[in-house]
């Protein structure tokens, strides 16, 4: 016949795998939307990386072509004073290029304002896709830190337990009016000493090893933008407005 303490250490034990079973199981699903988030989330900072690097691209030609230009039209005109208005073949085919040179600048000033625009679009879906990816890790490491630390309750070594339970006893013959607090306490101490002084080995982490222990760095991202769901929103209606106005011919 088996002993009381057995039989509980037998329910806990069976508790504590059923447990960790549903645990799996939430936390692979967490898991998996967790990485799609992260996944989403690279794919709009790109985007939005790639369209600074356009802008800035742009404004480097921009500002070649004004150059050209400036420095053209200088010694254009002084040739065409020194030629008394002569106009050589050679002399038209600068004018040509002058012209040339201040309509690529202002092609290119038009290209950067709609490039600033696919910028502010793409900085909106950036923080989009940032409140998606941080909302799906702090599920994700939840649902595992909670799992295990339901298991571990569950999983409590019965020499602790009984070591516990003396300990209040103890404090009690010793005419303690708090001694469970008191134990409480003390083995919260405790904890908190052996807190202080673990690491996570992440390469025995496969979850924690995904997940990271903090929350996912935003880098690149508008943060005033991201904490303002009114600034979103106000954006978002001029970027709309700009385009219905270009769709009309505006």
Not at 26 to 43: G, K, M, P, S, W
Not at 98 to 105: G, H, I
Not at 111 to 132: F, P, V
Not at 141 to 151: L, M, V
Request: charged fraction near 25%; charge should be negative; hydrophobic fraction near 40%.
């Amino acid at each position: 016949m088996m002993k009381p303490a057995d039989i509980i250490a037998a329910a806990m034990k069976a508790t504590a795998e059923k447990q960790r079973k549903e645990n799996e199981q939430r936390v692979t699903v967490a898991l998996e939307a967790f990485t799609q988030a992260r996944d989403a989330h690279t794919a709009s900072m790109k985007k939005l990386y790639d369209t600074e690097a356009a802008i800035r691209r742009s404004e480097q030609e921009r500002q070649t072509a004004l150059d050209e230009s400036a420095e053209a039209e200088q010694n254009w005109r002084s040739r065409f004073r020194s030629l008394r208005g002569n106009l050589t073949p050679e002399m038209k085919a600068e004018h040509s290029q002058r012209v040339a040179n201040r309509e690529l600048a202002e092609e290119f000033t038009a290209l950067i304002a709609e490039l600033e625009d696919d910028k502010d679009s793409a900085m909106l879906g950036a923080c989009r896709s940032a409140h998606q990816y941080t909302t799906a890790h702090n599920t994700a490491f939840t649902t595992y830190a909670d799992g295990e630390w339901a298991c571990a309750l569950t999983a409590i070594d019965p020499a602790l337990i009984r070591a516990f339970v003396l300990r209040i006893r103890s404090l009690e013959l010793s005419g303690s009016e708090s001694a469970y607090a008191t134990a409480a306490s003390e083995l919260t101490d405790s904890l908190g000493r052996m807190k202080a002084v673990h690491e996570f080995d992440m390469a025995q982490e496969p979850v924690l090893s995904v997940t990271g222990l903090y929350r996912p760095a935003l880098t690149g991202l508008d943060m005033k933008l991201y904490n303002s769901p009114a600034r979103r929103t106000q954006l978002a209606q001029a970027l709309a407005a700009k385009k219905a106005a270009n769709g009309t011919g505006v």
